[in-house]
């Protein structure tokens, strides 16, 4: 408890990006084998909240028409050897080390899974694990928590031939089960949308026996549901087109569904950009997906942009990192990569923290966020740096933010840049955050603001800010060898951070109380 440097790091935690744990899983590549596409996935970056260094997908379909021949397809499986041996150099030249590869359930069940698996060895010296459906499940799983630690609900994941649900519940899984319930499968199933909807609704009504209700939050993972998701947001015209948090009601997803349904694929296709591959096969799962909901009634629905890759990297987490924060270990690393000054946030965190002495914790940690990005983008021009501060903000590959909090946050550091928000991106996302969550958002942009002019120090108490929210009074205490630092620009900033919290501003330099 004495030692310094322990208290400096005290309202951030130690930043674990740089420890020999963390460096190990600093550039990991991973291998997804499903039924529909074949990806690598090489992480970079801060391990709890890593950067997609590269991303690559080939629709392969090596899990079509196995319903009839119970083996691979032969043209798929060629597809699916030459992206492997792509990968394996890619790989290579990244320099991954070995890749953590895992094959579903195509490989699993089909006749000539294991001789396909002896053969990507053979070819490509990547080593597939061929995994069950409890085990997918379970990864898919460890995804979602890498994307939400303490999550709690029910994680469900759609491949092209099964489909895995696992529990969640504060940060951990528990039951996991699979189904062989896959877009693939239900396209090839004889019998027409008859006997599709009998089995989907026997399997799915097993698997809510099994589980019983989850009326907390179904997450979704897989390629199928993010289709969807793009459909719903076209359709409602949503504008942030990010998909990891996208929410969407029971309702919504009902009538999106409808949607689907009255619509052909070239016409869905070009509303929601996905891929004809994949929408050709969105029919089938938003079918699957309308009995999910109708049987579990959950509270409400997220999308995950995290799965099982996601969930092979967790995997390999020691738990002092898992338990971090993703928002605010990204946030450092991003710091200490682009920042002029790095660990100039925690400073500047210390100087405005008075300003939220009662703020709720998931208030605080987007004000710890915004501190620790605050000057990520001063290589930017001048006159666009606001907006690459909103744009960093609201589209980066940040973990642990919902949209609403996605956009509180581009704003508070658009205003560390700016004055003004008309006339800038933030109006188009205007209607994801409230009245109230603008203004907060602009009084902590002008907080740095005034905060960036001071060239604060961790070794000097030159400054400090007083807030007293009853009183209305914002006082500014400045040491008397640091008058010069308080120039007509910096008053104005703490003129304006006042106003913005209708508070009557006050300076004292020294022992001296000073006009502004």
Known sequence: MNDPAAHRDRPFGRPLFDSPEARALSRVGVV?????SVRLVVFDGA???????????VMCGLGAGMAETGRLDP???????????????????LGTGPLNAVATAAVREAEDGADFVAEVERETGIQLFVIDGPEEARLSAQGVLLGWPGAYGLVCDMG????ELGEIDGGRVGRCVSAKLGPLKLRDLKGGKKARKALIRETVERLRDGLGEQKNRLFLVGGSWRAIARVDMARRGYPLHVLHEYRMTAADLRATIKHIAKHDADALRAQSGVSAARIALVPFA???????VRSFR????AVSSYGIREGLLYEQMPESLRV????????????????RLPGFGQVIYRFIAPLYKSARPERLRLVKAACLLHDVSWRAHPDYRAEDCFDNATRANLGGLKHSERVFLGLALLHRYSN???????DTLEELISERDRNEAEILGRALRLAAMLWLTDETDIARMRWHPRRKVLRLDLASDASALFGEVAQARFKALAGALGAVPEVRIGRKRVSV
């Open 32 to 36: 997804d084998v499903g039924s529909n």
């Open 47 to 57: 391990a709890r909240s890593p950067a997609y260094f590269f991303n690559e997908k």
């Open 75 to 93: 043209q798929g499986r060629a597809r699916a050897l030459d992206a492997l041996r792509r990968f394996a150099h890619v790989a290579e030249g």
């Open 160 to 163: 092209g031939s099964s489909m």
């Open 286 to 292: 938003a079918e699957v997906l309308r009995e999910v």
């Open 298 to 301: 959950p509270h409400d629905i």
């Open 324 to 339: 971090r924060d993703p928002l605010i270990e990204a946030c450092r690393f991003s710091e200490a990569k682009d920042a």
């Open 420 to 426: 003004k928000r008309a006339g800038t991106r933030f």
